[in-house]
């Protein structure tokens, strides 16, 4: 297992951007699936997007063409970059990982609070 921290939350307007950062500590990203889901309120915890290569991203259908994934491996950091944002986005944004062989994600960060006011 790897120990995840996100950061970047906050709160913005409807139509601002953000980017959340997924760092790991220990070993490196490169390896590893790395997703974002979120939890908003009153809500269950929903997929947002995946990445193990850039060929190999998936992003739900109420975030395409607006969040974008990344990875910076000499930071051993997986961003999520958020624009456009909707009060419909307010969430806990959680970074998870998984092996390729793990039929779930294993390793979970805290989570990060964004808000978007509109």
């Known amino acids: 297992q790897v120990q995840l921290l996100e950061s970047g939350g906050g709160t913005v307007q409807a139509g601002d951007s953000l980017r959340l950062s997924c760092v790991s500590s220990g070993r490196p990203l490169g390896t590893y699936v790395v997703g974002w889901f979120r939890q908003g309120p009153g809500k269950q915890r929903e997929f947002v997007a995946s990445t193990y290569t850039p060929t190999a991203t998936n992003y739900a259908d109420s975030v395409k063409g607006r969040f974008a994934l990344s990875r910076d491996k000499t930071r051993n950091t997986v961003y999520l970059q958020m624009n456009n944002l909707e009060p419909e986005d307010t969430a806990v944004y959680y970074c998870?990982?998984?092996?390729?062989?793990?039929?779930?994600?294993?390793?979970w960060g805290q989570g990060t609070q964004v808000t978007v006011s509109s």
């Open positions: 998870a990982a998984k092996t390729r062989s793990d039929a779930a994600f294993r390793s």
